[in-house]
């Protein structure tokens, strides 16, 4: 049952790490009981009263932390205020990226101009937002010229990622709203994505995996790790 589920990362008492698939929210929809991430906690630990921590959208990939007990989801999520938690993810993201490492701090808010509710953009008078990329890798396939990066944001706000790479020119292969048109984003809402869309996106998701997670609680130091999914292990390793 739990291969049907998710990968668990770490299981206590008080806690349950999991490795969340692609394509898959972290909230209740109208679907079936395996359609949230959230409803499948529940199908494994066999009750509601999980508490998520931290939330991926839904073709991120990687860590979600989640509390068992009310007094322990508390704890934790002011300890996610605090902006002690120390996460990292990777990034494969179009063209290859100049410097070798950098910060990117641009304060980012709502953009007034998308017919898209839910898009984000860099703008002068948003919230402060840092984030921090080391490259791991330039690589070339037949489609043209990528990155794999290692992304560490300062800050959590919404999309920050996968807006501050395309501010700087190099948005994450896959991304349907902050890539190259997001009619491909309204598209997949609007189930209406063509064949071509999906060609140019070149993968089914976007290329953005939660990989890793640290913080200090309860007098011990926690770190957890995530592998990516194989297709986007073979998105930087095979040529094509």
């Given at each position: 049952?739990?291969?049907?589920?998710?990968?668990?990362i770490?299981?206590?008492d008080e806690l349950l790490?999991?490795n969340?698939?692609?394509d898959l929210?972290?909230?209740?929809t109208k679907g079936?009981e395996y359609?949230?991430?959230?409803?499948?906690?529940?199908?494994?630990?066999?009750?509601?009263?999980?508490?998520m921590?931290?939330?991926?959208d839904?073709?991120?990939?990687g860590?979600v932390l989640?509390?068992?007990?009310?007094?322990?989801?508390k704890?934790?999520r002011r300890?996610?205020?605090?902006?002690t938690?120390?996460?990292s993810?990777d990034?494969i993201v179009?063209?290859?990226?100049?410097p070798?490492?950098?910060?990117i701090?641009?304060?980012?808010?709502?953009d007034?101009?998308s017919?898209?509710?839910?898009?984000?953009?860099?703008?002068a008078?948003g919230?402060?937002?840092?984030?921090?990329f080391t490259?791991?890798?330039?690589f070339?396939?037949?489609?043209?010229d990528?990155?794999?990066?290692?992304v560490?944001?300062?800050t959590?706000?919404?999309?920050q990622?996968r807006?501050h790479?395309?501010?700087?020119?190099h948005?994450?292969?896959?991304?349907?709203l902050?890539?190259?048109?997001?009619?491909?984003y309204?598209?997949?809402v609007e189930q209406r994505?063509?064949?071509?869309?999906r060609?140019v996106l070149?993968l089914p998701?976007h290329?953005l995996?939660?990989?890793?997670l640290?913080f200090?609680?309860?007098?011990h130091?926690w770190?957890f790790e995530?592998k990516?999914?194989a297709?986007f292990?073979?998105?930087h390793t095979t040529?094509?």
């Open positions: 049952m739990t291969d049907r589920l998710f990968e668990i770490h299981e206590d790490v999991v969340k698939p692609a929210v972290c909230h209740p079936d359609s949230s991430l959230i409803s499948r906690v529940r199908l494994h630990l066999g009750q509601a009263g999980a508490h921590i931290n939330r991926l839904r073709e991120t990939t860590i989640l509390s068992k007990c009310d007094e322990a989801a704890e934790l300890l996610w205020e605090s902006g938690v120390r996460k993810y990034a179009h063209g290859h990226v100049g070798d490492s950098g910060t701090d641009e304060p980012l808010g709502r007034e101009a017919p898209v509710a839910i898009k984000d953009c860099v703008c008078d919230r402060a937002a840092q984030t921090d490259v791991v890798k330039r070339v396939r037949a489609e043209g990528f990155s794999l990066l290692r560490r944001p300062r959590g706000r919404k999309h990622i807006i790479l395309s501010h700087i020119g948005p994450i292969v896959g991304d349907k902050y890539g190259h048109d997001e009619d491909c309204l598209a997949l994505l063509t064949e071509e869309q060609r070149l998701c290329a995996h939660a990989g890793e640290a200090a609680w309860c007098d130091e770190c995530a990516p999914e297709w292990v073979e998105a040529n094509k």
